[in-house]
């Protein structure tokens, strides 16, 4: 019986992030993650013996009551899942557009199932900084097979413009979406009012910095959605 370890299946919600954002969909968490960045905003999914075994037959009966026609497959790191392939192919089956959000550093042939992949490879801020050369072996696979991708990366200092202006230039014929990361990555509650105009002032101040930047002028900069609406609540 094929299964996967699963944190939490939730929806309907909005995608918070990335070139989907503002999209009405269901979110199904893998357990399990090769990184620990520090500021991460979902510890609680980095074990891999956190959450429950699910088989694929009891995800997508999951996902059908929730009824929406979007379904982000995320983590975690989705591409730790063995059976990801098996569950992408289940979903699109039953007709969802299905996204997986991954930060690049495992390839899962479930990626050639997916209706796209948001590449979200971690900057240097987050001192687990994905080597370039292994973020284009796999963007290179995947155009290679006609994958739709996306990057994103999210920007908390000058390091992380830098690094993502390179991934950028590497790569110009990819889109790519900047945002605004949270810092209060600790707090399980709704945003405080303050903490809310703090992202949304490192936004503004984001904006005004890549618009002086030849290299940069055809990115999209956005906030994290989600965490102006929610702070770091679950199931949202």
Request: glycine residues 6%; aromatic residues 6%.
């Amino acid at each position: 019986m094929s299964q996967m370890r699963i944190v939490e299946i939730f929806g309907p919600t909005i995608q918070g992030e990335g070139p989907y954002i503002g999209q009405i969909c269901t979110f199904v968490r893998t357990a399990g993650c090769d990184n620990n960045c520090k500021w991460c905003d979902t510890k609680y999914a980095q074990s891999e013996d956190t959450g429950e075994q699910m088989t694929i037959e009891s995800i997508v009966r999951e996902v059908r009551e929730i009824n929406t026609e979007h379904v982000v497959i995320t983590g975690g790191n989705p591409a730790l899942q063995y059976k990801l392939k098996e569950l992408c192919i289940a979903l699109r089956a039953e007709g969802y557009f299905v996204q997986i959000e991954t930060q690049g550093t495992r390839f899962n042939q479930g990626f050639y199932v997916a209706n796209t992949i948001n590449l979200s490879p971690k900057p240097l801020s987050s001192n687990n900084a994905l080597p370039y050369t292994q973020l284009e072996k796999l963007i290179e696979d995947l155009q290679l097979h006609r994958v739709d991708v996306n990057l994103k990366i999210v920007i908390f200092n000058h390091r992380d413009i830098e690094y993502a202006e390179t991934i950028h230039m590497m790569h110009p014929d990819v889109p790519m979406t900047l945002q605004v990361g949270n810092p209060n990555v600790d707090s399980k509650q709704d945003n405080h009012p303050d903490d809310i105009l703090s992202l949304l002032v490192s936004y503004h101040g984001l904006i005004e910095r890549i618009a002086t930047m030849d290299t940069m002028n055809d990115v999209r900069i956005l906030p994290q959605m989600h965490t102006l609406l929610y702070g770091n609540r679950r199931g949202v």
